[in-house]
């Protein structure tokens, strides 16, 4: 017997053909993607607007393989990570960050990174893999069907693992499934961020998208770059992305994010500040500062929080609109820079949430 197809891998024109094959007319691609999509089922036999003899015919030949978490972590602000483990044994992180009327997902689009930027724990690991699209869409399905029905997620930002741009192929896909209000899960492009650390030529990718872009800057010369962004600034330099950034076509009323990761003593001086500011200089943006999350073995430290003030109010003077990240999750090293490997000792395997009594995600909704 051939193989069972997952169908959460097919792209809208692959489910055509898978369909095709099996003798369906082709409308029935955005039934079978609603079914995934917009109501989230885990199983072929819960699509009960197709007959069980389609339903019974499907089920021989696929199935649904989504994502579930193996362990979580829940922290007192709310913020809550989920480790999901993948078909080949390795495993990713996914964080959903609650902050006032919003409800963001942190999404990760690799195993790893190939960056190595010193201030970031999944810089250690290297890069394992590449995400697929079924990987990176299934964080939302999972994380989704963990959260309450009355709390839907309202914005994403590719933001965790990895290097969005080192895998724009699965990222634009993912995005597609994401955002079609046909068949897919409907986000609003608007409510989507994709954070980059700079690969220069490939910014228009996110335009096209519709999305938002934020660029992780976090150095104002190229030297401290070259320090803190090896990989990132070898490939294009510091002139080369504000260039490219500068170049940016901004839809009216959007804007440019940059991120900057304040560490004491190495990018939080006043002249940093005020280069910052300069460098920024005639693109329409704002500034998102973070200072820095630690971890075990970091190299850096986060500023005192009057430096975090003094630097903002430097660069706000200049005109610029500035906002200090709050660090969510750190606790549940869930912050920022803070996903990677983690020793066992931090991981609570989800059973024990259950046991005392919290709202922890019900791992008996999800199929395998
Ligand atoms: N590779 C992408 C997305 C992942 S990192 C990028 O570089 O943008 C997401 C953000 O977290 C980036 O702005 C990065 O600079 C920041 N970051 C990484 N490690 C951090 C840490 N330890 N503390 C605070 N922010 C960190």
């Known amino acids: 017997m051939p193989a069972l197809v997952d169908l959460l891998t097919l792209s809208f024109a692959e489910m055509g053909s898978f369909l095709a094959a099996l003798g369906w ?5 955005a039934q079978v993607l609603r079914w995934l999509y917009q109501r989230g089922v885990t199983d072929i036999d819960a699509m009960t607007d197709l007959s069980k003899r389609d339903r019974a015919q499907l089920a021989e030949r696929a199935a649904v393989c989504s994502l579930n978490a193996t362990e979580s972590r829940r922290a007192e602000d709310g913020t809550w990570k989920f480790i999901f483990s993948l078909a080949d044994g390795t495993s990713i992180e996914t964080v959903v960050i609650p902050d006032q009327e919003r409800l963001t997902l942190c999404l990760s689009t690799q195993i790893g990174c190939t960056l190595d930027c010193a201030f970031c724990l999944t810089g250690r690991m290297g890069l394992l893999r590449n995400l697929q699209p079924e990987e990176i869409v299934g964080q939302v399905l999972a994380s989704q069907r963990y959260l309450s029905k009355d709390s839907a997620l309202t914005n994403l930002v590719l933001m965790g693992m990895g290097e969005p741009l080192a895998n724009p192929e699965a990222v634009e896909e993912s995005i597609r499934r994401i955002t079609d209000r046909r068949w897919g899960l409907g986000f609003s492009p608007r409510r989507i ?4 650390a700079g690969l220069a030529p490939r910014l228009n990718r996110v335009a096209n998208l519709g999305i938002n ?3 992780s800057l976090n150095a104002t010369t190229e030297a401290q770059r070259n320090r803190l962004m090896p990989a990132a600034n070898h490939a294009y330099s510091l002139k080369t992305l504000l260039d490219a950034c500068r170049r940016y076509p901004l839809k009216p009323r959007q804007r440019l994010t940059f991120e900057y990761v304040l560490l004491k003593n190495e990018n939080d ?8 500011a300069r460098l920024v200089r005639n693109i329409r943006c704002k500034i998102n500062l973070i200072p820095f999350n630690e971890f075990p073995g970091s190299p850096f430290q986060r500023p005192s929080d ?26 549940v090293l869930g912050a920022c820079g803070q996903l990677g490997s983690l020793s066992p000792p931090l991981v609570r395997p989800l059973r024990k949430h259950a046991k005392r009594g919290s709202p922890a995600p019900a791992l008996a909704s999800a199929s395998r």
């Open 269 to 276: 001086s006043e002249d940093d500040a005020l280069r910052l």
């Open 25 to 29: 007319p082709r409308y029935r691609s």
């Open 213 to 215: 872009l934020a660029v």
């Open 306 to 331: 009057d430096a975090i003030l003094r630097f903002q109010s430097i660069v706000t003077g200049r005109g610029l609109d500035v906002f200090i990240r709050k660090s969510k999750g750190r606790e």
């Open 193 to 196: 961020t994709l954070s980059t």
